[in-house]
């Protein structure tokens, strides 16, 4: 799978901002879709190390984060594991909430680019819409793959809910846009959904990523769930990414 050439990875936080304003404007949030039409579905996971650079005796005064992604394809809806790819990349963009996708983007992009596989769509750990420039990583990187993608994030980065979803698998409340303004969502707007996955666990948070609609989305995430709170795409790529960053952090002579 190939990323189109939408922009460049190497910007500053104004172009970057830029970048997203950009982006929105293409994203398609409202595609119906039958889930159970679905042959296969990838989860990609990303995780880094912060290190310096060790170059010629001395330390780099930046500091070079090394990140490692992983994505999964599984067959549906039997879960069965087709194909697995893994890749490194390391970047000095700096941490900012709102805009990691361009600090995860280039090791997704080599992970996705050895993939002989093409999966129907692609569970991300992370945000889709319910971001505060309505662009997080799964909405940027499905726009990039031209692809089906939705985002299944552990934790609420942006928007508010009026109370808890009920304790039991498949209860959900709606996540809705905050009074912000200059934001992309009118207030009250509806940019995901906090669901309930497993009985008296913690919920997740769904929201579109590109090319599906919100029904659709929590279809999906539930139709992967077996009986743990993250879906199985998502636990797999998790497992994979972290055993590689331990292994690429280990080898590579160039990371302290």
């Known amino acids: 799978m ?47 190390e912060t290190r310096r650079r060790h170059r010629h005796g001395r330390d780099d005064d930046e500091p070079v984060a090394r990140f490692v992604a992983a994505v999964v394809v599984m067959r549906l809806p039997s879960l069965e594991i087709v194909e697995t790819a893994v890749a490194a990349a390391e970047t000095s963009f ?3 909430p709102g805009l990691l996708s361009f600090r995860e983007g280039p090791a997704l992009e080599r992970a996705f680019e050895q993939l002989a596989v093409r999966p129907d769509a692609t569970l991300f750990d992370g945000q889709g819409v319910a971001h505060p420039r309505g662009l997080g990583l799964a909405s940027h990187i499905g ?3 031209d692809a089906t993608t939705v985002g299944c994030a552990k934790s609420r980065l942006y928007g508010i809910t009026r109370g808890e ?9 709606a996540l809705l846009a905050p009074a912000d ?7 009250g707007q509806r940019i995901g959904t906090v669901l309930r996955t497993r009985d008296g666990v913690k ?25 743990c709170r993250l879906c199985e795409p998502i636990r797999a790529a998790h497992r994979l990414v972290n055993d590689a ?12």
């Open 245 to 256: 960053l331990r292994r690429t952090v280990h080898d590579d002579p160039r990371i302290d």
């Open 203 to 227: 919920p997740v948070w769904v929201s579109v990523g590109h090319r599906i609609d919100l029904d659709a989305a929590v279809r999906l995430v539930l139709l992967t769930t077996r009986g």
């Open 165 to 173: 979803p009920g304790p039991c698998r498949g209860n959900r409340r």
């Open 143 to 145: 726009l990039l793959l």
């Open 2 to 48: 190939r990323f189109r050439p939408l922009h460049p990875w190497d910007v500053t936080y104004d172009e970057a901002v830029a970048v997203q304003m950009r982006l929105r404007a293409m994203l398609r949030d409202d595609v119906p879709l039958d889930v159970r039409r679905l042959r296969t579905v990838a989860g990609a996971d990303v995780a880094y």
């Open 181 to 187: 303004p200059g934001a992309v969502f009118a207030p």
């Open 94 to 96: 700096p941490y900012i």
